[in-house]
């Protein structure tokens, strides 16, 4: 196959679009379609401070290169980097390293958070014990606190996040499946900025997870490639392979499921306005009297105690 653009050798055929491109082209073709989401997503001002949640794999990590490749002139801005160590044995501290080394070489402030450190637990500690919840239930619960926490802490402006085409699809199709339309009303990128709360954007929206994986291998990234030894039991699971079937059946329906939620999102803003929230004990801003990582974390305390 040649390049559609340029005759020389294609790495990939988009089905979707019937493109071939070439490794230039290509990473050309996913730039401009980031670029395109930032715009859209955020509004960026002198003195702001942008925070990418980076875990080291492919999606992240993709994710804080091009925020710094399209951020790195602009000197008026910060980019900082929040990852989490879940406290896997195994699997996380590799992980570590490679974030850390990049943003050593690119000059990106790098900020470390554990769950030891913030609930005083592990995942190793959870998963035996997370019951008729997955461990990602209460993994997913820990990382939204700990990422807005520091994202707080250091005064950012914006948290971006290494979420993909894929991964918001599942989302449309979990919450639509399971009748849960608030929480559709509160998928990011986040528009309403509640008070506490650092506002999401997702540069990779757009960008499905086979692209981000191409992206990262023909820009020669460096990401950490193993799985989390508890993926199995994240109900995710199931959706990804419906989403992943109607997009082998019908190219393009992954677009086609964000861009029917695009066109609900005005009314479903409109019908589920902003929350009133309060603030937990531990600083957070919550729906109750106290926010869901104080609950699980207590409520899991309490299990390895034998209450």
Wanted: with cysteine.
């Amino acid at each position: 196959m040649k390049c559609d653009l340029c005759g020389y050798d294609a790495v990939t055929f988009i089905r979707y679009n019937g493109a071939h491109l070439c490794a230039h082209h290509f990473m050309s073709y996913i730039e401009k379609k980031v670029k395109r989401e930032i715009r859209k997503q955020i509004n960026l001002h002198p003195g702001d401070k942008i925070a990418v949640a980076v875990s080291g794999g492919k999606d992240s990590m993709v994710t804080l290169k091009l925020i710094h490749d399209i951020f790195k002139d602009r000197h008026d801005l910060e980019i900082h980097c929040i990852t989490i160590d879940e406290g896997i044995e195994g699997y996380r501290p590799s992980s570590i390293g490679i974030v850390k080394e990049f943003c050593d070489q690119n000059d990106i402030t790098f900020h470390l958070i554990s769950f030891s450190d913030m609930f005083d637990l592990t995942m190793d500690d959870v998963a035996p014990l997370s019951g008729e919840n997955s461990p990602c239930t209460y993994c997913g619960v820990f990382r939204r606190k700990c990422m807005n926490t520091v994202a707080n802490e250091i005064g950012a402006t914006y948290l971006a996040t290494g979420h993909n085409l894929d991964d918001m699809s599942q989302s449309i199709m979990m919450n639509f499946v399971r009748g849960d339309i608030e929480r559709l009303a509160r998928l990011g990128p986040h528009k309403r900025i509640q008070p506490g709360l650092i506002p999401r954007f997702i540069p990779l929206r757009m960008v499905s997870e086979k692209e981000s994986l191409l992206y990262a291998i023909v820009s020669g990234l460096k990401f950490h490639d193993q799985t989390c030894p508890y993926w199995k039991e994240a109900l995710r699971n199931q959706y990804r392979g419906i989403v992943d079937e109607l997009e082998s059946r019908s190219p393009g329906s992954k677009f086609s499921i964000l861009s029917s939620y695009d066109q609900l999102y005005p009314m479903l803003t409109d019908n589920f306005k902003a929350a009133e929230l309060h603030e937990c004990e531990c600083g957070e801003p919550t729906l109750g009297k106290k926010c869901k990582a104080c609950e699980l974390s207590e409520y899991m305390k309490r299990k390895i105690r034998g209450q």
